[in-house]
């Protein structure tokens, strides 16, 4: 590029470089005047001729500059691409999240960004491959949602990965990574130890949750390893970890854990024990709520009669058993309910004349021990995973909620409603849905898989309909209108648009209320027919 | 009207030409008034010195381009508000803020001498002071190819610019037109479609700005990106073409086989083949199209059509050849 340029402005030849040029413009041409070959002081109009003359000479002359590296190229990503329409959707879902619509109310129309999670599970259980240029927006999604971020990274996939490490704003998904594609393969056992032996406490967890996955008995020897070494709040992650594949073959492990010098370890390796019927902590807390809970014959009827322990002894100590109470308990009922908890519910048939859960639940218990008794054998029930005991506990759904045999408490009984299969757990809901109305089933209903079955669907939707008759506002519901238009069967848009029209309103109701039911149940239908087609969407083979 | 009643109505034509031309003659009298006094104050400016602009509360710019707006000259008008900008543009902006005055002062100077000009020239000279004028090229007719389109705000107006590519001419082309806010300025055409149809160039700026004529069918979707060339071509079409519009600051370019890398601050586009690399410019390293580019590349070279300039590269659209044989080159993905 010429330093200088020769421009004869008025005839005058004016001899000079840019930074001259610069300088005596920035100073003014009538302190820092340029000179001209004939000595004249170069004027403004000059001065600014000739830098146009620099400028357009040098835009004209630029070159190309010599590149820097490149970027290491993203592994490839063998998986399917979209289907041509399912992208389209997904860009039409992602750019409503970041311009959602104006206003505080929804309207009729669809919530798009409460179904990107659903998308994506979809199209994860479909095994397609991301689209690269939806890869940003998928990113921002997650960065801001942290609800998003598994389906999102698993989705993205390794090129989202490696986009994800050349923006500082998408970091997370680094630190996420371990759980995604950059996991050495499990079936490589050198790569395996070298992660466990140098990784990261979070690159470890979830190194160790992988294989515990493939094969149990090498994520408990790889624990094993170095479990003398490891400090006490990450050995209490990793015995965790071993909650799933659960096994007779870990008691060992666990048993020795029994001593470990961490009073959480210790606890959660007693946890684990008693969820395994058959192992020695399980024989021995049996045999001491054996001592403490017993059948008691006398008068004819057989009811329960109820001795708490009068101490905890440091053999209960070492089987996890918590000796000081929470303030306001007393600590005789508190290690009664620690012990029923960690018995073998088997145990209680054996010791009841072959009585079934069923049974056990209607008798009566002595001394007012019924509640602490019954609340010990739902914690059982949900730590060992038990659905004949579950089922005995929960007692009818139309029971009156404080009435029921086990608890009343909500989030024991979505506890216990989970070791139930899916379509008992649905009719329940949906037995429990008709009796109580809506009020208490959101964490119910939270429990229940998706989408809904054909009884449950039905239970919530005759109770909205009948909620919107007694002529309260749909807000009261809005929680469980929000999980419908996600959860309810896309099947069941046909029969729900009859409740789309304006009703005359009941007396006594809310006014305008209507309307708002109305406006309610046609979102609902239009977000069901969106999932319908979302799904037929990914069903689609083949992109365009 | 200033027609007198019971004047003929066949001469009525030619006395409305009559009162167009007085009418733009007064008008290129007041635009000349303008540009005599941009000078002037260009002038001033430079004799007190353009460290003056950076101080806080100067006022010159908005004021002058108060006066261009009254003399009828929108083009000196904008360049002016441009330039008020530049001192907040970090370090250097003394010497941009230099280049952007002599090229203004280059552009009255221009007006005032149009009569001296060759006609495309002065035709460029006329549109870039904020004349408007009709295009009246020869009709082309040919496939073109949409590779990009976009609206950019622009006061209360909005303008789309839509770039066209002709398979059969080998002529890039930019259609430019203007909606309210909140409303589609003309009708979309889809990028990647290839629409059969008559484009009209309009006189000045090295013809780049066409008018869609009569179109021939519905557009046609198609994954094949235009004909690229390399980053060096890319430069000297833009400098050929400041030959015929000094004033440009980019011209529309291919790039065939690039691939984004993070350079310093910033990106570039690195050919594949020879190395060589062009800057990101930097109004497209704040856009989210960014991204979109490096992931659509992954690492590995990719079409990218932009507008190449002093600046930098401006992508505005990419294709990717397909992730494996059996797989189609992706379509056009818009970058803007």
Redesign the interface.
């Known amino acids: 590029m010429p330093t200088t340029v020769d421009a004869t402005t008025n005839g005058v030849p004016v001899n000079a470089s840019?930074e001259d040029?610069?300088t005596s413009?920035?100073?003014?041409?009538?302190?820092?005047p340029l000179r001209a070959e004939d000595g004249a002081p170069v004027?403004?109009?000059e001065?600014?001729?000739t830098?146009?003359l620099?400028?357009?000479r040098?835009?004209?002359?630029?070159?190309?500059?010599?590149?820097?590296?490149?970027?290491?190229?993203?592994p490839?990503?063998p998986r399917p691409?979209l289907p041509a329409a399912a992208r389209r959707r997904l860009a039409q879902l992602l750019a409503d999240r970041s311009a959602p619509p104006s206003g505080g109310r929804r309207g009729a129309a669809p919530d798009l960004t409460e179904l990107i999670p659903q998308w994506l599970a979809s199209a994860g259980a479909h095994g397609y491959r991301a689209p690269?240029?939806l890869?940003?927006?998928l990113l921002d999604a997650a960065r801001a949602r942290t609800d998003l971020r598994p389906h999102v990274l698993a989705f993205a996939g390794p090129?989202g990965l490696?986009?994800a490490g050349?923006?500082p704003e998408w970091r997370f998904a680094l630190r996420a990574s371990s759980r995604g594609a950059q996991r050495p393969g499990i079936e490589d056992p050198e790569a395996v130890h070298g992660l466990w032996e140098e990784g990261l406490f979070a690159e470890r967890v979830a190194l160790l949750g992988a294989v515990r996955e493939q094969d149990p008995g090498a994520a408990r020897a790889l624990l094993a390893g170095t479990w003398a070494t490891e400090r006490a709040e990450d050995r209490l992650m990793f015995l965790d970890s071993l909650r799933s594949g659960l096994s007779g073959a870990d008691e060992a492990f666990l048993e020795e854990a029994l001593a470990d010098r961490s009073r959480n370890v210790r606890a959660t390796a007693a946890e684990l024990l008693s969820a395994l019927p058959g192992s020695a902590l399980a024989r021995r807390m049996a045999a001491r709520a054996t001592t403490c809970v017993n059948p008691d014959r006398t008068g004819g009827a057989v009811s329960v009669a109820v001795e708490a322990p009068h101490e905890c002894d440091a053999a209960m100590q070492r089987d996890g058993v918590v000796p000081v109470p929470p303030s306001g308990r007393g600590e005789r009922s508190w290690w009664l309910g620690q012990l029923v908890e960690a018995a073998p519910l088997g145990v209680w048939r054996e010791r009841f004349d072959d009585r079934t859960a069923q049974e056990l639940v209607m008798l009566p218990v002595a001394d007012g021990w019924a509640g602490e008794l019954h609340a010990a054998w739902c914690r059982a029930a949900v730590r060992q995973r038990d659905p004949d005991w579950a089922r005995a506990l929960l007692g009818a759904p139309s029971t009156p909620l404080a009435n029921g045999p086990g608890t009343a408490s909500l989030a024991e009984r979505s506890k216990l409603l989970a070791t139930l299969p899916s379509s008992e757990r649905a009719l329940w809901v949906a037995g429990f849905i008709a009796a109580h109305g809506l009020s208490e089933a959101f964490q119910l209903l939270g429990v229940c898989s998706v989408p809904w079955e054909g009884p449950l669907g039905r239970a919530v939707v005759d109770a909205l309909d009948i909620a919107r008759d007694a002529g309260s506002y749909p807000w009261s519901f809005s929680g469980v209108m929000g999980l419908a238009e996600r959860c309810l069967n896309p099947a069941e848009a046909d029969r729900l648009a009859v409740l789309t029209t304006t009703p005359d309103e009941p007396e006594g109701a809310s006014p305008g209320a209507g309307g708002y039911w109305s406006e309610a149940f046609q979102r609902l239908v239009s977000t069901l027919r969106l999932r319908a087609a979302m799904d037929a969407e990914l069903a689609q083979d083949g992109a365009? | 009207m200033e027609r007198a009643p019971g004047t003929a109505p066949d001469t009525a034509s030619s006395d409305a030409d009559r009162a167009a031309a007085r009418r733009a003659g007064r008008r290129a009298g007041r635009i000349t008034g303008g540009a005599q006094e941009l000078d002037q104050r260009l002038a001033d400016l430079l004799r007190g010195g353009l460290a003056a602009a950076d101080r806080p509360g100067y006022g010159l710019w908005e004021e002058t381009a108060a006066r261009m707006v009254d003399a009828q000259a929108p083009g000196l008008a904008g360049r002016v508000r441009e330039l008020g900008a530049i001192p907040d543009s970090g370090p250097g902006w003394p010497g941009r803020l230099l280049e952007e005055c002599a090229l203004l002062r280059l552009l009255d100077s221009a007006w005032l001498g149009r009569d001296r000009l060759p006609g495309p020239l002065a035709a460029t000279v006329r549109t870039r002071v904020g004349l408007t004028s009709s295009a009246e090229g020869a009709a082309v007719r040919d496939r073109w190819l949409v590779l990009a389109q976009y609206d950019i705000p622009d006061g209360r107006i909005v303008t789309r610019r839509t770039w066209l590519y002709g398979r059969s001419s080998g002529r890039v082309s930019l259609l430019l037109s203007y909606g309210a806010p909140g409303r589609a300025p003309a009708r979309a055409l889809p990028v990647g479609t290839v629409v059969d149809a008559e484009v009209t160039s309009y006189p000045g700026g090295g013809g780049l700005r066409g008018e869609l004529g009569p179109q021939f069918g519905e557009p046609l979707a198609t994954t094949a990106p235009p004909p690229g060339g390399t980053t060096a071509d890319a430069l000297a079409a833009y400098g050929r073409a400041l030959r015929d519009d000094p004033w440009l600051d980019a011209w529309p370019a291919t790039l065939r086989e690039v691939v984004p890398a993070p350079s310093g601050d910033g990106w570039q586009l690195v050919g594949a083949a020879d190395g060589s690399a062009l800057p990101v410019a930097p109004s497209a390293l704040s856009r989210p199209g960014l991204w979109k580019l490096v992931a659509l590349s992954g690492g590995g070279p990719l079409t990218v059509f932009g507008e190449c300039g002093h600046r930098g590269f401006d992508p505005l659209a990419a294709w990717c050849a397909g992730t494996s044989e059996d797989e189609a080159p992706s379509a056009a993905v818009a970058l803007t």
């Open positions: 840019w040029l610069v413009a920035l100073l003014g041409t009538d302190r820092r004027g403004p109009g001065l600014l001729d830098a146009a620099h400028t357009v040098r835009r004209a002359a630029l070159r190309p500059a010599t590149g820097a590296a490149l970027p290491e190229p993203a490839a990503d691409p690269a240029e890869l940003p927006a090129r490696w986009l050349l923006n365009e």
